[in-house]
């Protein structure tokens, strides 16, 4: 790595550069990787969630009050300095990064998840995972993620959707599409979704009209985006399987089921079909560029992909009509996991901007762990298969 400064090497600004420089660059299984920035936020309370699925608490308390501490220390507590709104930024008080404090730039599937981890952890013994968040820290992020919705019911990522689509007529890029305005996606208004519902289970009194019209808008933008298969696109992983993982976790918290909702019954349907012959579930990454479903070549199964139509389908209560599907799933999980407890790195599963790969190497620890503690909740003496 090659470093130039403009003046004193020694001097205290040179330093703090030196200081984050393991934020970017790292080693790892292959070889020097660098980064944009880093996912910790993400990571974080994805997993946090993961390990508070398997109810296995007393077993991992440190672990659970260490994740609680960053989760709360990556909370951004103001909003961009000075007049930013008079440069179009839009308010980040309450929210949460994509990677942590210091990022600054809001996101409302961060936020949401972040907002999951308090509210779980504030049910749960101070003792054993250290102090609650405060209502106002809630209050703060919750307003965020109300800001974030636009007129079509669909959740921005980082700022308000306002502009019109033919600007995207000037992206400058070769590979990244849909990059000049901000867009609304399946991702983030499923997170919001099952976010919102939470909250106001533990705090009704709070803006209550107003998360409720989010929640009727938000299951509106989901059925009018689902494809004819049933399925939703994914932005932000591959592709298919992602998205309708999230459509579905997000319009199950707000009360929809297989009975009352097509949609649901639809995405059903599509991820029973694609479901692969040794019970696992696996999508090439030609579906975020080509936006139609493409399986694996060679039919193989991914684990991350099987976990995320695993955690769809128990959203949806396939075990409830038919578990054969989920018991097919699980035994590939389980089958699958090494000696070590980790599983096995395979096809990469994190998607941008429809031609871009995104490297999560957490997945997949935090998705099977997932799957298999949802999938033994809801069928804790699974038949034989």
Avoid at 93 to 120: R, V, Y
Wanted: overall charge negative.
């Amino acid at each position: 790595m090659l470093a130039c400064w403009d003046e004193d090497p020694n001097g205290v600004c040179f330093k703090k550069h030196l200081a984050r420089i393991p934020d970017y660059i790292w080693i790892a299984e292959d070889g020097m990787k660098m980064q944009s920035f880093g996912s910790q936020e993400w990571d974080a309370s994805l997993a946090i969630q993961a390990l508070l699925a398997t109810d296995l608490t007393n077993d991992i308390n440190p672990t659970l009050k260490k994740g609680h501490d960053f989760i709360k220390a990556s909370q951004v507590k103001d909003n961009p300095s000075g007049d930013f709104k008079s440069m179009y930024r839009h308010i980040s008080k309450g929210s949460w990064t994509f990677s942590n404090q210091d990022h600054g730039w809001q996101l409302s599937d961060c936020t949401a998840e972040g907002l999951m981890c308090c509210l779980l952890f504030s049910k749960m013994n101070p003792e054993i995972v250290g102090e609650k968040v405060q209502l106002e820290l809630l209050t703060d992020a919750v307003d965020l993620i109300l800001s974030l919705q636009s007129k079509n019911g669909g959740q921005s990522g980082w700022e308000p959707a306002r502009s019109s689509n033919w600007l995207e007529i000037l992206n400058p890029t070769e590979f990244f599409e849909d990059i000049v305005i901000e867009h609304q996606y399946v991702e983030c208004t499923g997170s919001g979704m099952q976010a919102l519902v939470l909250f106001k289970e533990l705090h009704p009194e709070y803006r209550r009209e107003d998360i409720e019209s989010f929640l009727t808008d938000a299951c509106g933008f989901l059925e009018k985006m689902q494809m004819q298969d049933g399925s939703w696109y994914g932005e932000w992983g591959v592709c298919f399987t992602y998205g309708t993982y999230y459509a579905l976790g997000g319009l199950a918290a707000a009360g929809k089921t297989y009975k009352n909702c097509q949609a649901i019954r639809k995405a059903v349907k599509f991820l029973l079909r694609i479901q692969m012959p040794d019970g696992g579930w696996g999508e090439s990454y030609r579906s975020s560029p080509e936006k139609k479903y493409i399986p694996l070549e060679g039919n193989r199964s991914n684990l991350v992909h099987t976990s995320w139509a695993m955690l769809g389908l128990i959203h949806a209560k396939q075990e409830e009509r038919d578990p054969t599907p989920l018991h097919r799933a699980a035994k590939l999980l389980i089958n699958s996991q090494m000696e070590n407890g980790d599983f096995p790195q395979q096809e990469t599963t994190g998607a941008f901007k429809k031609n871009c790969l995104l490297h999560y190497p957490m997945n997949r620890n935090i998705f099977t762990l997932w799957a298999l503690a949802k999938y033994r909740k809801v069928l804790p003496q699974p038949t034989k298969v």
